[in-house]
């Protein structure tokens, strides 16, 4: 099996900003991405899934490094001294390299 390497960059925030999110992925220049609706506690205090406003999303993507490091930049400079948010990125292998 051939397999190559990727970088899997998952987003955790609140759900209002989904949507811009999803546009800061395609300025990135990622190709698509995952999202559903998540809960939990933090620093933050408890979030809940049952009210969009004031829930929490999960966004992830598989993407080239380059990619992952521009989008997690990105989301840095863009949200993080703002809006309550954790991204990281991990290490991953995909069979189908040209989907990414």
Same mark, same amino acid.
């Given at each position: #099996?051939?397999?190559?390497?990727?970088?899997l960059v998952?987003?955790?925030?609140?759900?209002?900003l989904?949507?811009?999110i999803?546009?800061?992925?395609?300025?990135?220049?990622?190709?698509?991405?995952?999202?559903?609706?998540?809960?939990?506690s933090g620093?933050?205090?408890?979030? %809940?899934?049952?009210?969009?406003?004031s829930?929490?999303?999960?966004?992830?993507?598989i993407?080239?490094?380059?990619?992952?490091e *521009?989008?997690?930049?990105?989301l840095? %400079?863009?949200?993080?001294?703002?809006?309550? #948010?954790?991204?990281? *990125? %991990?290490?991953? %292998?995909v #069979?189908?390299?040209?989907?990414?």
């Amino acid at each position: #099996m051939n397999l190559h390497p990727m970088k899997l960059v998952t987003i955790i925030c609140e759900a209002v900003l989904e949507e811009r999110i999803v546009e800061v992925l395609r300025e990135c220049g990622a190709h698509g991405h995952t999202a559903f609706d998540v809960r939990g506690s933090g620093c933050q205090g408890r979030r %809940s899934a049952d009210l969009v406003e004031s829930g929490n999303v999960q966004i992830e993507v598989i993407a080239k490094p380059a990619v992952a490091e *521009a989008l997690l930049a990105r989301l840095y %400079s863009g949200f993080f001294h703002d809006y309550a #948010m954790v991204a990281y *990125a %991990s290490e991953v %292998s995909v #069979m189908r390299p040209e989907k990414f």
